[in-house]
């Protein structure tokens, strides 16, 4: 038998790779005229965050400019995410901008309240979906800055609006829909539960026993722990905020983060990685509502941010190393497929 015929099977990598899903036609058909409308989105964004950032600044500026800042930044990453999402821009953006102007115009308590939710829940889904799948240190950090900086500028519109409500009611409901449209999106974009193999539905059941004990833990300590340990635990947050300026939240150092590293760089071989980064929203959505208190201190809350970000990072890597370790002898001697492709930043996933 020749050598060829005996030989392993390889992959062939001269085939390019395609896209798994069916994208729908561009909007405009003009590339000019597209490029043109994105321009003015990120514009539009890049004003409204840094008039929503001005509100929790020392900056002699007129109260007057927040919540309308919030509603256009509210306005723009609502259009971004939409576009991303391959939904209906008409019907989503046009909601959302009937929402904001309302709340900005008239200063309602609750029409404020819900445009500063609707600001926390797309920032901090915007935030995944926005991001590209990456392999190396470089790539994977650059996406990890954009989608954290995302989420940062939906925290500062939620601040921005100055919405009266009860803190804790308010980031539950954020964090629970902003699970509910990731999840809708990721069943799409991953093919549902059966595009699972048997190794990614472990990686995804692992990380959510990780998240139920990290929750599970804080509430057992804080509730039933013995005074000694609360003391402890007191004592090095205080040391932490006193020293450092910040303290890491378990949350976001441990799963959230982590999970959007994994994530990032599974996606970039199979598309079961969006399932991933279903739990990454748990750490975006809790960026976005880091500011909603009028007692909370920006400075604070940002080094909280960037220690927590900084740990999850150097967490998640070490994770994915493992994830992407090849499974046996036979698939590390195995010609490496060809890198999975996702249309670019600023096209539609579908």
């Known amino acids: 038998m020749s ?7 390889r992959l ?6 395609e896209y798994e899903q069916q994208v729908r036609p561009p909007r405009l058909e003009s590339r000019r005229s597209a490029a043109s409308v994105g321009a003015i989105v990120a514009l539009a964004a890049l004003a409204g965050a840094i008039g929503s950032v001005l509100s929790i600044v020392a900056v002699d500026v007129p109260s007057a400019v927040y919540r309308p800042s919030a509603a256009l930044l509210t ?3 609502t259009t971004a995410l939409v576009h991303r999402a391959g939904g209906h821009m008409r019907i989503w953006v046009s909601l959302v901008a009937v929402l904001g102007v309302a709340a900005a115009v008239t ?22 979906v926005f991001t590209l799948p990456s392999e190396g240190v470089a790539a994977t950090l650059r996406e990890y800055v954009v989608s954290v900086g995302i989420a940062v500028s939906g925290a500062a519109g939620v601040a921005a ?43 995804l059941a692992a990380v959510a026993v990780v998240l139920l004990l990290l929750v599970v833990y804080t509430y057992a300590v804080r509730s039933y722990g013995s005074t ?19 303290v890491p939240r378990p949350v976001q150092a441990f799963a959230g983060f982590p999970a959007l590293v994994v994530g990032l760089r599974l996606r970039s071989q199979r598309r079961e990685g969006w399932w991933i980064l279903v739990f990454a929203v748990l750490a975006t ?3 976005t509502t880091a500011l909603v208190s009028p007692l909370a201190y920006p400075t604070y809350i940002g080094l909280s941010i960037l220690y927590s970000a900084v740990i999850g990072f150097v967490v998640g890597w070490l994770v994915s190393l493992f994830v992407l370790a090849p499974s046996t002898k036979r698939a590390a001697r195995r010609v490496e497929s060809t890198r999975r492709v996702e249309p670019s930043r600023w096209s539609g996933l579908r």
């Open 3 to 9: 050598g060829s015929a005996t030989g392993r099977r």
């Open 12 to 17: 062939d990598a001269s085939v390019p790779p």
């Open 75 to 77: 306005i723009a990453l």
């Open 107 to 128: 200063e309602l308590a609750g029409l404020v309240a819900a445009a500063a939710a609707a600001t926390g829940v797309v920032g901090a889904v915007l935030a995944v």
């Open 161 to 203: 609006w100055n919405a009266q409500v009860n803190v804790v009611v308010f980031s539950v409901t954020v964090v629970a829909v902003s699970l509910l449209v990731v999840l809708g999106l990721v069943w799409a974009l991953g093919e549902g539960l059966h595009g699972l193999g048997r190794n990614h539905l472990a990686i």
């Open 228 to 246: 000694s340990v609360i003391n402890t635990i007191d004592s090095a947050i205080y040391w932490m905020r006193t020293t450092i300026g910040g």
């Open 285 to 287: 959505s809790s960026v």
